[in-house]
């Protein structure tokens, strides 16, 4: 079975949802935590929002299967880090939970062969598509869109302080998209009061974001990076925490972006 889904739509726009995989392989089962088994670090319920959105639309939509806890779709191969300096975080192949704790049973983490051999049976794949899907829209349109959907909860300490931002946008400081594309997103933002907003702040977006967006070479590329309890119950089972009401909030500000990234022409 292939290690992602992809739905191929009709418009120049991909979202990507890295982040949304829940499998883990039979043979890590012994060797990670029992409580790693869940999957807890996952972006849950994303694809759920925006599948939808995508079928209306029309356009592409890549999901994995497998969790981050296998390999985090969203890092460099070399697994340099994002953000330099900063307190915390995970690598290519996690080791630690989110709030820091230790993935696998004393001396079971992966070494570097280990990394090498998940890196070129998950991620590459998945980046092949990736690519891929994105040199099919661009010959198709003249151009390709991608946005990068990621949720997280609301207060991790070991990843930042106090508690995050609603909604995230990040555009590598500008540098993976046409400015015209990151001042409208922001003042569609900007222009609503229910959720708190910023734009290339804590989360300025990872890896596919900095690495596929070429607006010189006619790929535009965002990253949303959500908090949970803008969709869900954050302090229930995340497995089956989604609120339809809460959603339904923020839902029409999704495909708003969504819309008004698909309006922008180069």
Known sequence: MSVFR??????????????VGTEIPAELHGRLLPRALASEDTDWHLERLYRPLADQLGASLLVPRYSRYVIDLNRPPDDRPLYPGAAGGTGLVPTRFFSSEPLYRDGAEPDGAEIVAR?????????DALGAE??????????????EGHSIRSVLPWLFEGELT???????????CA??????????????A???????????GGYITRHYGRP?????????????????????????AFDEARAAEVAPLLEALL??????RP
């Open 6 to 19: 992809l739905q191929q739509g009709r418009l120049p726009l991909l979202i990507s949802l890295p982040h």
């Open 119 to 127: 890196r070129e049976a998950y991620w590459q794949p998945y980046h």
């Open 134 to 147: 994105l040199q099919r829209l661009h010959a198709q349109h003249g151009h390709a869109l991608l946005f």
């Open 166 to 176: 609603a909604l995230n946008l990040g555009t590598a400081d500008g540098a993976s």
């Open 179 to 192: 400015p015209a594309i990151t001042e409208r997103l922001g003042a569609l933002l900007a222009g609503q």
């Open 194 to 204: 229910r959720f708190s907003q910023v734009v290339n702040g804590r989360f300025k």
């Open 216 to 240: 010189g070479e006619g790929v535009h590329a965002v990253q949303l990076e959500m908090c949970q309890r803008c969709y869900m119950d954050e302090g229930a089972d995340p497995a089956g």
């Open 259 to 264: 819309r008004e990234m698909l309006a922008w």
